[in-house]
């Protein structure tokens, strides 16, 4: 953004780094990401298998509680509880997988409804945006069951899949911004998708290099003993 022409100072930099503030607005999805990842890891890494998950939990309730009385936008939480529904997907993938496989058109069926039903619970459009985001993810799920690909170039994207929703927000946001505006919808769809595909891949690469480098480092030494 600063070769756009935006400027901003010190402390503005420091607090969007820790998620205080945002210079990107899309940017929020990250630092949400980020606390999941390190709730999860020392869930798992000094617990044991069901105080694990109920850590997970008791993390996804406070995260969600907190946002809501600081007051922060919707889409800071309303997915959140994604995260816990995948973990249990997970310890009883099989049998779900079954289940779905034996039912499919009546789980499909039942998804597409919840998922566009209006007035799911009466009163609680909270509660309805959060049971609407954990049905659209079955839903994508549904859909990839019954897609088999061995498109090369799909598979290469899918190892791009963290970096890609990790650049989206930049170019989605500043081609349609103060300093560039892309009227033509559909040049803008492509430049979205060729630029941030092209940061992915910088981005990826970054990560080799920086991952790579205590490696590096160790045969350095090793080379000049």
């Known amino acids: 953004r600063y070769l756009l022409g935006y400027h901003y100072n010190l402390i503005s930099i420091v607090l969007s780094l820790i998620g205080f503030t945002l ?40 995260y969600t509680g907190c946002a809501y009385l600081m007051h922060l936008d919707t889409w800071w939480f309303i997915s959140c509880f994604g995260f816990i529904f995948g973990i249990l997907w997970c310890v009883f993938k099989k049998n779900i997988d079954d289940f779905i496989k034996n039912n ?16 799911l619970i009466k009163g609680v459009r909270l509660l309805e945006y959060i049971i609407s985001s954990l049905f659209f993810c079955v839903l994508t799920f549904l859909v990839i069951m019954k897609i088999h690909t061995k498109n090369k170039i ?17 170019p989605i946001k500043e081609l349609k911004g103060n300093v560039i505006y892309i009227h033509n919808n559909i040049l803008y769809l492509i430049l979205v998708i060729c630029i941030t595909i092209s940061f992915s891949i910088l981005l990826k690469k970054l990560e080799n290099i920086v991952l790579n480098l205590p490696k590096q480092l160790i045969k350095f030494k090793q080379i000049n003993a």
């Open 154 to 170: 799909l598979i290469y994207l899918g190892g791009l899949s963290g970096e890609i929703y990790v650049m989206q927000g930049l």
């Open 23 to 62: 210079i990107v607005n899309f940017s929020w999805y990250i630092f949400s990401i980020l606390l999941f990842y390190i709730a999860f890891y020392l869930s798992f890494k000094f617990l044991r298998g069901k105080l694990s998950f109920y850590a997970m939990s008791i993390f996804t309730i406070l």
């Open 104 to 119: 499919y058109t009546m789980v499909f069926a039942f998804t597409f409804v919840v998922i566009h039903s209006e007035n």
